[in-house]
């Protein structure tokens, strides 16, 4: 299995596992500069670094010279059926953030992942996040397979204040073809992601608000053989220009994602799509193929 290879690497940074104590502290820099000052310690500890890095985990960094721009930290998971990589945080310092280094540090855990012998690498979303599900879903790969809510409860950070904390859980199966498509840049263009839209039947229903940013207004039921899920397109502009809106999207997505599922259908990408002069932002959903595992007969 081909790994992502030195030459796919942003140039002008390196990327490796932290060794030393004063590499592991610029963790917690980079998560204030991520969640503000409020964070509340999502980022493991000095400590739990070094025991992860030891122990079958992994901390891995985005160097620039000797500067920590980026990190994504991972431990071991069981779920009493499969062993593999739990993803506990990956963030990018704000002035970083155009330079690919999210996807390059994901490359990274999955090259170092698979040199562990392990298959799946798995983590949370905020369904919200416009941007994370543009790189995790879109151009990783993952897939969403289970909505959880209020995961962590209350957190007062920066990024979360405000906002019952939903979230999704991923699973990225590293060696799936699909996966290998989309890390080496094979991803539907924007006229199949028009046309996908245009077949799609609507869940979750939007109108623009006071401010013309778009908030939900209904939810309904998918049907057909593909469905469209909106989220915002920019959850920051949404805080700053229709505050108001926050808990309306938060539940309009979390009974979407539930009906959704109720009715059989699951995420399969997700795409930015062009409407009039605005940019939305879709889970495109189908429904979920049968499951090939033999049953067992009644008693």
């Not at 992502?4 to 500069?33: D, I, N, W």
């Amino acid at each position: 299995m081909a790994g992502t290879g030195v030459s796919e690497r942003v140039e002008g940074f390196r990327f490796r596992r932290l060794e030393k104590p004063e590499e592991f502290r610029q963790v917690a820099e980079v998560e204030r500069s991520v969640f503000g000052p409020e964070a509340v310690g999502l980022a493991p500890s000095v400590p739990l670094q070094r025991a992860l890095q030891d122990n079958g985990g992994l901390v891995l960094g985005a160097f620039a010279d000797i500067y920590l721009a980026g990190f994504t930290a991972s431990t071991l998971g069981w779920d009493g059926t499969t062993l593999y990589h739990y993803s506990l945080l990956t963030a990018v310092r704000p002035e970083y953030q155009n330079h690919r280094l999210g996807r390059q540090l994901k490359l990274a855990q999955r090259d170092e992942v698979l040199r562990l012998g392990l298959r799946e690498v798995r983590w949370v979303l905020d369904p919200l996040l416009s941007r994370a599900a543009w790189l995790e879903i879109r151009r990783l790969g993952a897939r969403p397979d289970r909505y959880l809510s209020h995961y962590y409860g209350q957190i007062p950070d920066a990024v979360n204040q405000g906002l019952e904390t939903d979230r999704v859980r991923v699973v990225w199966s590293l060696d799936d073809p699909e996966v290998e498509r989309r890390v080496g840049g094979q991803i539907p263009t924007p006229e199949d992601d028009c046309r996908r839209f245009e077949r799609s039947s609507p869940i979750v229903e939007t109108e623009p608000g006071e401010s013309g940013i778009r908030v939900p207004s209904a939810v309904g039921e998918p049907t057909g053989p593909s469905a469209h899920l909106e989220i915002p397109f920019d959850l920051a502009l949404v805080r700053e220009h229709e505050p108001g809106a926050l808990r309306r999207w938060r539940h309009a997505v979390r009974d979407a994602f539930r009906v959704a599922s109720d009715l059989g259908y699951r995420v399969d990408d997700f795409a930015v799509v062009p409407s009039a002069h605005e940019r939305r932002s879709y889970y495109f959903l189908a429904p979920a193929p049968p499951d090939p595992s033999p049953r067992a007969p009644a008693p």
